[in-house]
């Protein structure tokens, strides 16, 4: 078993409440447990603490819990629980108003909508969890050359306001945190989720030193997009080689930005049988692709932080393998990632 709970923190029981998901901000109970650790990339998770959702609703909670499982059984990484992130640090990028609104309880019912989630103290929780995670694996990443988060790649959230199931933006928080500590100036966002990360390139839009570059489907979500330093659009039943090709020259265009950490949205939903992305893009060509991007920034020498984000296969199991073959790559890189240096 490889999962090393965080900071002293346990799971809640079934049916018991989460301790720290008071939107307030209440410390989370903490109780000594003994460390498991394996070798391995480090990442983050957050699936207990649970997002109550209404029955049928269609995003699929389910998969980050499925998810975890599968690598702890696998022993592909060290598992911890991520610190929340804090107010302050949320506050480098979105609006103070939208802060107190998400974590107050009083977002209107059409933030709510846009959203796509019913406003809860574990929504509240659950968000600021997902943010820590990310910021957690991007400070393991400087360190070891990869890390990822479970969860993350919430690139919908604008700097006042939330749409399609993100609250707050996880890598822009990571970033704007890791800059403002002086950790890294230079870094690269490489969203490759079939839908444009429009509140990343929004917030990112005037900063040159974060290049945001997409590659998502044409006709997708969100039908009016942002402009990105590249956006790479691809047609409805796009298949592997098309895909393939466009993800190359993505990465081309993020490490020639020369970036000190680029974070890797590695998205499962361009798979043929995901129920909202348009595309035909194999299992097999979706690890490829994360060969791809994981080789050539170890060529580089870059740190890659690597994040889910979105995934809605028609069976959750798909969805979860192609996140957990994400992971087996990161995984089987990050022992040569940065420490091998960039290649003569």
Not at 26 to 39: E, F, G, H, I, W
Not at 230 to 236: A, C, S, V
Request: glycine share 10%; proline share 6%.
């Amino acid at each position: 078993m490889c999962v090393r709970p965080g900071r002293g923190e346990r799971h809640p029981a079934p049916g018991e409440s989460n301790p720290g998901s008071l939107a307030g901000g209440t410390a989370p109970l903490r109780v000594p447990v003994r460390p498991s650790k394996v070798s391995g990339v480090q990442a983050f998770y957050c699936d207990h603490f649970v997002l109550p959702l209404p029955a049928g609703h269609r995003f699929p909670m389910e998969k980050y819990r499925l998810l975890r499982e599968r690598v702890a059984a696998a022993g592909l990484c060290d598992l911890s629980v991520p610190e929340r992130a804090s107010r302050t640090q949320l506050l480098r990028v979105h609006a103070a108003a939208y802060v107190d609104r998400v974590l107050g309880g009083t977002l209107t019912r059409d933030e709510m909508r846009r959203i796509g989630f019913p406003w809860s103290p574990e929504l509240a929780e659950r968000s600021r969890r997902s943010v820590g995670g990310t910021l957690a694996a991007a400070t393991a990443a400087l360190a070891e050359g990869v890390a990822a988060n479970l969860a993350g790649g919430t690139h919908h959230a604008f700097a006042d306001r939330g749409e399609g199931f993100c609250v707050f933006n996880d890598v822009a928080v990571a970033v704007r945190a890791l800059q403002a500590e002086g950790r890294v100036r230079r870094v690269a966002v490489l969203d490759l989720d079939v839908h444009q990360g429009n509140g990343t390139a929004a917030i990112f839009a005037d900063d040159p030193a974060v290049r945001t570059v997409s590659v998502h489907g044409r006709n997708n979500f969100p039908f009016r997009k942002e402009r990105s330093d590249l956006d790479l659009e691809l047609p409805d039943g796009c298949t592997d080689d098309t895909h393939l090709a466009a993800v190359a020259r993505a990465l081309d265009a993020a490490l020639a930005s020369s970036p000190e950490l680029i974070f890797y949205v590695a998205g499962a939903d361009a798979y043929e049988g995901d129920r909202l992305g348009r595309l035909s893009v194999s299992k097999e060509g979706l690890a490829k692709r994360d060969r791809l991007v994981f080789s050539a920034c170890r060529r580089a020498g870059v740190p890659v932080a690597v994040v889910m984000s979105g995934g809605y296969g028609r069976n959750i199991r798909d969805t979860v393998e192609i996140h957990e073959a994400t992971i087996r790559a990161a995984s089987r890189e990050g022992a040569a990632a940065v420490h091998a240096g960039p290649s003569s």
